[in-house]
């Protein structure tokens, strides 16, 4: 949850005649909230349609085994909301791929949990009745639950995007004071958080559709009001972005573990940021992961850009994932350790998520594996 903002026309006092006071809370109202002020009802429902769900069944990581998924085998689609790939998922969160080209997606609602979308490629504007965020690469975006949105892509782009279902996206508990601000010490600042910018969504016109998606599946509304009729809003629920690259890393003089790259907590799952950082200063410190085996977590990496030491000669690129679950215990690639002795430091660019349920697999999924890729260790 970030901080309070006000934004646009907001009245003196809260709930009072006027415009159309939407209130967004999470928890019921004992959570992070916002006000939203629209000039027409936010519940004219004019049609309900159900709609193909478009998602496919995942089936258990068996036999058990680490995995390579090569994003660039997935083709593009439309936009991000239809076009989706469904990768992986536990009940409590959903890795999914897009690419594609220019266009707007459908308005799309997710009362499901939040969205963290992560921008690898291109420029995007996230639009939502709060405003937009203009998003580049290696922008985080966090979209909160219920938040009608849409994508707007003026050319090549691709996203990663994971979903939590039955929870939130937030800024780890540890990082903040008791009273909601970032202590010193954390790896961000609320300087680094980007909040929408004022939108002109005040003039638009109804109606319009908007995809809903609830766990039972995919529902189309037709609202008489165009959902961003709004002047002005207040509150700590809203959608923001952060720059990977506004994440400050932490090193020390021995190897530190992933947790100091913890960036967003979520409900069974964590997303942490790798980015460049000289290595451990230590002479003799092991500078790349040591083996280990995350006996109560699946662990995915996206590798977004830069070198990729540890793993060097298993096949891995900018757009690769891996998964490395429960059950398997991993480490270097074969001569990595000593690579990695002569130099200083990484230029990696990776988003990692581990999840404390095991992932299941689409077969999307299985069709962009490197089926060669568990046995590269042996390599
Ligand atoms: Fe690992």
New binding site residues.
Partial sequence: MPYYRAVGEVPAKRHLRGAFEELVGEEGFSGASSLLYHRNSPSALLAVDALESGRPALQPNHPLSPRHLQTAKLADTADPVTGRHILAGTPTCTLAWWSGGAGTSPLYRDATGDTLAYLQQGTMRLETAFGHLALSPGDYAVIPAGAVHRFVSTGPASLLLIEAHGGHVDIPARYLTAGGQLREGAPYSERDIRAPRPSSGARLRGPVEVLVRTRAGLTRHVMAHHPFDVVGWDGCAYPWAINILDFEPVTGRIHQP?PVHQTFQGPRFVVCSFVPRPYDFEPGALKI?YH?A?VDSD?V?FYSRGDFMSRAGAGINAGSMTL?PAGFT??PQPGALERSASQDGTEEVAV?IDTFDPLGLSEPARQAEDPTYWGSWAS
Avoid: I, S
């Fill in positions: 992933p992961p280990h995350n662990e990496l490395h991993h480490g990692m």
